[in-house]
């Protein structure tokens, strides 16, 4: 972003001999040195709080950098000086949805897309959070308009990747092929367009197609285990065995716990007479279809200790109600709703510290959850001082 005001200052540092700090910021991130650019803006913005491109440069290096919460910081304070910036409000999207805050992050893209309709990437940003949300309908919307501005650039590859999983999913698989076919020509890189591709192709009966789109999507992206189970799974499909093999055991390498890929791996092995191989692996897909039975299992207890907990609770017995929602918890960390409990039961019974702490966990599990939120600014704004 380049602002009349920042012009003119530019011309001023210009003719001083000096250039503007964010210009020198610029250069290092360039040079590679995004450590000194950091340095760099954060001197700029203490002497200059008011500097909206080096708060929006600072904060944008920040969530790259692994810092969300304080690119956060700086970007809300980016788009309070320059209200009007749609890339302002589309980099404190990005900061938000690190932070994991894909409520604030999705409001944010939209405003972005309002104040500039002609702003690329905010629509595909809020494309894939409308996408992932379970909204193919809106994000197809934003997906359209996106292509419509970049044309056959690079910048397009993408959002044709994800316009053809919305394709694939309505089951239009000629309109998927497509729209990855086109990908890939902009971006003969895009390891998991080929992927995707080669599962078009495959479905439409293309199986040298298909096998030759997965092949070259793990050239592409070797360290992908999707990739490297689909290409497997297809050579073991094609009879091409110790093909398969050699990608199946990557795949599983990359991620040893899916079902699919140890199945398809014992069933290679046992084809390729490496019978001793098939046991092992046989034995290993066992005991985690165990483990993943017991996890659910402890999932069905929890709810049911959850439910008695609400009963207790229900009943006036408070302090009961707190050692089942926590017994519940226990059995079931990752449920937002347990562990919500669980936080209110402790505010109820005047432990504050505990029970915002379970708040916070809970909010974490479920970053959308507006209601979970809403409870947390209440228990910190209501909670006696430390």
């Known amino acids: 972003m380049r602002t009349r005001a920042c012009i003119l200052v530019a011309g001023v540092s210009l003719l001083l001999g000096q250039r503007p700090p964010v210009e020198e910021a610029w250069d290092l991130v360039a040079a590679g040195r995004r450590r000194e650019a950091i340095a760099l803006l954060g001197k700029t913005v203490r002497a200059d709080p008011r500097n909206p491109e080096a708060r929006l440069l600072l904060g944008s290096l920040l969530t790259e950098e692994g810092q969300p ?23 404190l999207a990005e900061a938000y949805s690190a932070a994991g805050d894909r409520g604030a992050a999705r409001t944010a893209w939209e405003t972005a897309v309002k104040l500039d309709p002609k702003f690329a990437p905010a629509h595909v940003s809020l494309g894939l959070m409308l996408l992932e949300a379970g909204q193919p309908e809106a994000a197809a919307v934003h997906l359209d308009r996106a292509l419509q501005l970049l044309g056959s650039s690079a910048e397009a590859a993408f959002p044709l990747y994800l316009r053809a999983k ?36 495959k479905s439409l009966g293309d199986d040298a197609g298909a096998l ?6 793990v050239q592409a992206d070797p360290d992908n285990a999707v990739s490297q189970y689909r290409l497997g799974a297809e050579c073991l499909r094609q009879g091409r065995l110790s093909e398969a093999i050699v990608h199946l055991e990557a795949a ?5 716990e899916d079902q699919s890929t ?22 290993r897909l066992a005991e985690l279809i165990r483990q993943r039975d017991k996890i659910s299992q402890d999932a069905m207890a929890a709810l049911r200790l959850n439910n008695e907990g609400a009963a207790l609770e229900k009943a006036g017995n408070l302090p009961a109600a707190l050692e089942k929602y926590r017994a519940a918890a226990a059995l079931d960390p990752e449920h937002a709703g347990i562990r919500s409990n669980l936080a209110a039961a402790l505010l109820r019974l005047g432990r504050w510290e505990e029970g915002v702490a379970e708040l916070r966990q809970a909010l974490r599990r479920e970053p959308d959850n507006a209601a979970l939120r809403q409870a947390l600014e209440e228990a910190l704004k209501h909670a006696p001082p430390r």
């Open 252 to 256: 599983s390498r990359l991620n040893p």
């Open 69 to 91: 919460a304080e690119a956060v910081a700086h970007l809300k304070e980016a788009v309070r000086l320059a209200p009007r910036s749609a890339e302002a409000h589309n980099a």
């Open 212 to 217: 030759a789109a997965f092949r070259r999507s």
């Open 166 to 201: 919305i394709y694939a999913d309505r089951n239009e698989v000629e309109k998927a092929l497509a729209a990855l076919e086109k990908a890939v020509a902009l971006r003969p890189d895009f390891g998991e367009a080929w992927s995707d591709l080669g599962v078009a192709r």
């Open 262 to 283: 140890l199945y398809s791996l014992q069933l290679a092995l046992r084809q390729d007479g490496q019978i001793e191989r098939a046991r092992q692996i046989r034995e």
